[in-house]
């Protein structure tokens, strides 16, 4: 059977699991012939087991039986499909390659988003992360000239259907966009990556992937509209607590470094978004929105 094939139904088991919670063998049998998995036959005992040790080895999720209630299957540690994982982001990704290869008659009426350039450059990225092998890029800023770099990889980014890679210059962390990368090569040269460092830690503080000396701030905000909805079903960070509701507002804070990404984010809410604190915070949004209110006066003049 083709990898693909065998993919959709790695998938098609986990995703069952997470929408009915726990099912027996026989009562997944019924779901799966119903959705016609491999054209109406059942799953074997034999065929699910292979299956459940095969979805623990790539995505790491544990499908266990609960013997006291009618031997019922049950993925014991969700979190790890919930969590920004790259096991999450895989399966994510799966399911929609999975979901799309079945509607190509569809796709004229499937619309997807643009993503830039430099995918083409996430395997040998990836090999110098397996490695440890600096990286030889040639990379060119926005109305900048280009230049070349050797760079230590720690950790690849997405952000915005763009990737990006954090690195060690020698001196001091740097992200780089792999969209503006003109060439990358993998050196000969071996880096040490430190033992205590971890991505997740390095970015948690901050929203996006501008890391700068930008202060911690309890930032509270006021939200209208519909916009509560929108940052409850998808937080813009981890530290987001829903701190008052009302018929007209719902209130959100944040303990974080609002830098420039988490600054325009709260800025593309418009007038659906309030920031209350702190008032440094609230008046440097001010000052932007009133910059941008004079340059469309201007045009009317």
């Avoid at 019922?72 to 799966?94: A, C, H, Q, R």
């Avoid at 205590?196 to 970015?203: I, L, N």
Wanted: hydrophobic letters at 35%; glycine letters at 4%.
């Amino acid at each position: 059977m083709k990898p693909a094939k065998i993919f959709q139904q790695y998938i098609w088991i986990v995703n069952t699991l997470r929408q009915y919670k726990k099912l027996s063998l026989e009562q997944l049998n019924v779901l799966w012939v119903k959705d016609e998995v491999i054209g109406g036959e059942v799953l074997n005992r034999k065929s699910f087991l292979r299956h459940k040790d095969a979805i623990l080895n790539m995505f790491g999720i544990i499908i266990e039986c609960d013997l006291e209630h009618g031997y019922k299957y049950f993925i014991s540690n969700p979190e790890v499909i919930n969590d920004d994982t790259i096991e999450g982001w895989m399966l994510s990704t799966l399911t929609v390659n999975a979901i799309l290869s079945d509607s190509a008659s569809l796709r004229n009426r499937i619309l997807l988003e643009n993503v830039p350039a430099g995918e083409e450059y996430l395997q040998t990225i990836i090999l110098a992360l397996k490695t440890n092998r600096r990286l030889n890029i040639t990379y060119q800023r926005f109305g900048c000239e280009s230049y070349e770099k050797t760079v230590s990889p720690y950790a690849l980014k997405l952000f915005r259907q763009r990737w990006y890679i954090l690195t060690y210059t020698g001196r001091h962390m740097a992200t780089y966009a792999l969209d503006r990368m003109l060439s990358v090569e993998i050196s000969d040269e071996i880096f040490e990556m430190p033992e205590d460092f971890s991505p997740e830690e390095y970015f948690a503080e901050y929203y996006g992937i501008t890391t700068d000396d930008t202060p911690m701030a309890h930032v509270v905000i006021r939200t209208y509209g519909n916009v509560p909805n929108y940052l409850r079903t998808l937080p813009l960070h981890a530290s987001q607590k829903e701190i008052e509701h009302t018929d007209e507002y719902t209130d959100f804070s944040y303990d974080i470094r609002p830098s420039v990404d988490f600054v325009l984010e709260l800025m593309s809410y418009t007038d659906g978004l309030e920031v209350l604190e702190p008032i440094e915070l609230r008046q440097k949004i001010c000052n932007s929105f009133q910059a941008s209110l004079e340059k469309y006066s201007n045009k009317n003049d």
